[in-house]
């Protein structure tokens, strides 16, 4: 048996987890509002802070889901205190964790100073609402049925048939009316954005979204919209998305949240 | 309408938190392990970002932050290595495993050294697969359709007539390090064989 020899052993370091960025001049304690408890507090360089806690330099990983969940909604909870604490926050996306202590935060705040300083100007009286429009299933079949003749045709001729013979041109439907389901989306995704538009700074339209509402999960997304609005707008947002409801949609409208879509920093 | 704010809006907190906000500079990087959660469930998500870079879901992450997580990971690896033996390099893959009930790819890290070529996974710490290199005869590289998606895949030829399928994030470069691995060890023990007479 050959020896064995290992190499590599872990090496822990000290290492600070970022939850934002804000306008701040004072180090502060936020208390142990962070993850697992942990004592949240600024690091300011200038004008600017970021709001930290301190822990290993190794992510938070876990194979428990309740528990990464706890940290995910920890991490929110710390965004939303700091903005309701400090106003415009430059939002950190989960588990980003700087390598280092203090210094190393304040060096890196000097070296990005200037574009912290422009994002948290530019989204200043602003917040994210996430905007997600649903149909039922049995609308969104009528109103391609209304529009598609060839479709409609189809489907009377399949309703004559006997249940077997009919397996050929209800695949054919099928299919057709993916097509038409797609287009339908495509379209009514430009109306609702024409609609929101005029209210909102600027909107992202989300091509996926990972986890839906559970509420509606039995009905079609149509379209879904991430929307940095001015605290001026939101409520005739409000009044757009009364409207496309009125029209038989249903409207998932939160906020306002941190501006996560909406940082354009890149890599910081 | 009023915009809300509820508990069952979790589902929006995880996109935003996990798909969207700011990401770090690679170099002062410990982790972005929230960009790629996208699309997964939360429990593949925390499956361990090894697993999700052998799904391709990394995709997200620029050709920096990929090399940087492979060189900062593979410092925490602790790899069991013989006393002579040298890692030649290293890559991101998975085996088809078609051992016990389930056919399945099974995720890790390739290590070619200059004994053998081995899949090990960080957790729980074991090696996945192994083969000597001196059991290896030959190698191909085939297009295989993985999730509706073409990829080039390697199949390695053994001594004893088995063959092995293997994935690897950059298999063209990996192969070549395999081919050459091979000859560089058949010289060797030819070396040896000649020594001994």
Redo the contacts between chains.
């Keep these: 048996m050959?020896?064995?020899?290992?190499?590599?052993?872990?090496?822990l370091g000290e290492?600070r987890y970022?939850y934002c960025v804000v306008n701040n001049v004072a180090k502060k304690s936020l208390g142990n509002i962070g993850i697992e408890r942990a004592e949240v507090y600024t690091v300011p360089y200038k004008d600017i802070a970021a709001v930290v806690h301190a822990c290993q330099?190794?992510?938070?990983?876990?194979?428990?889901?309740n528990k990464?969940?706890g940290w995910?909604?920890s991490?929110?909870d710390v965004v939303d205190g700091a903005t309701e604490h400090f106003g415009t926050v430059?939002?950190?996306?989960?588990?980003?964790?700087?390598?280092?202590g203090d210094t190393?935060i304040k060096d890196?705040l000097r070296e990005g100073y200037e574009k912290f300083k422009n994002e948290l100007e530019r989204l200043s009286q602003r917040a994210?609402?996430?905007v997600q429009i649903f149909s039922d299933q049995d609308k969104l079949v009528e109103k391609i049925l209304v529009e598609d003749q060839a479709l409609r045709e189809l489907k009377e001729k399949i309703g004559k048939m006997p249940e077997r013979a009919g397996y050929l041109f209800r695949r054919k439907f099928e299919l057709g009316f993916n097509d038409a389901c797609n287009a339908m989306r495509a379209k009514l995704v430009e109306e609702f954005a024409s609609q929101i538009k005029e209210h909102v700074e600027e909107m992202e339209i989300e091509r996926?979204?990972?986890?839906?509402?559970?509420?509606y999960k039995d009905k079609k997304l149509i379209a879904a919209f991430?929307c940095l609005v001015h605290k001026d707008n939101?409520r005739s947002l409000?009044?757009a998305?009364?409207k496309i409801?009125q029209e038989g949609y249903a409207?998932h409208?939160?906020?306002?949240?941190?501006p996560?879509?909406f940082?354009k920093?890149e890599?910081? | 309408?009023?915009?809300?704010?509820?508990e069952?809006?979790?589902?929006?907190?995880?996109?935003?938190?996990?798909?969207?906000?700011?990401?770090?500079?690679?170099d002062?990087?410990?982790?972005?392990?929230?960009?790629p959660?996208?699309?997964?469930n939360?429990?593949a998500?925390?499956?361990?970002?090894e697993t999700m870079l052998e799904y391709g879901m990394m995709e997200a992450w620029d050709k920096r932050t990929r090399e940087w997580y492979e060189k900062e990971y593979?410092?925490?690896?602790?790899?069991?290595?013989?006393?002579?033996e040298e890692i030649i390099t290293k890559a991101f893959g998975s085996v088809w495993s078609n051992q016990g009930i389930a056919n399945t790819w099974k995720p890790g890290i390739w290590y070619l050294t200059n004994n053998r070529l081995f899949l090990w996974r960080k957790e729980p710490g074991e090696i996945i697969f192994e083969a000597p290199l001196d059991k290896i005869e030959g190698l191909t590289v085939q297009k295989e359709t993985h999730f509706k998606t073409e990829r080039d895949e390697l199949y390695l030829q053994f001594t004893s007539g088995e063959v092995g399928r293997i994935y690897a994030s950059n298999i063209g470069e990996f192969k070549e390090a395999i081919g050459n691995a091979l000859l560089a060890s058949l010289n060797r023990n030819k070396d040896h064989k000649n020594e001994m007479r």
């Design positions: 050959k020896e064995m020899k290992v190499i590599g052993e872990t090496e290492g970022v330099s190794q992510p938070y990983q876990s194979r428990d889901a990464v969940m995910i909604l991490h929110n430059v939002p950190f996306s989960f588990d980003a964790i700087v390598k280092g190393t890196w994210e609402y996430v996926k979204i990972s986890h839906l509402p559970e509420n991430s939101v409000g009044q998305l009364g409801s409207v409208f939160t906020g306002p949240w941190a996560f879509s940082v920093l890599e910081v | 309408m009023r915009p809300s704010r509820q069952c809006d979790i589902n929006d907190i995880l996109q935003k938190l996990l798909d969207k906000g700011l990401v770090l500079n690679a002062l990087i410990v982790s972005v392990a929230g960009v959660l996208l699309g997964v939360l429990k998500a925390i499956a361990g970002i593979a410092k925490k690896v602790a790899v069991p290595l013989a006393m002579d």
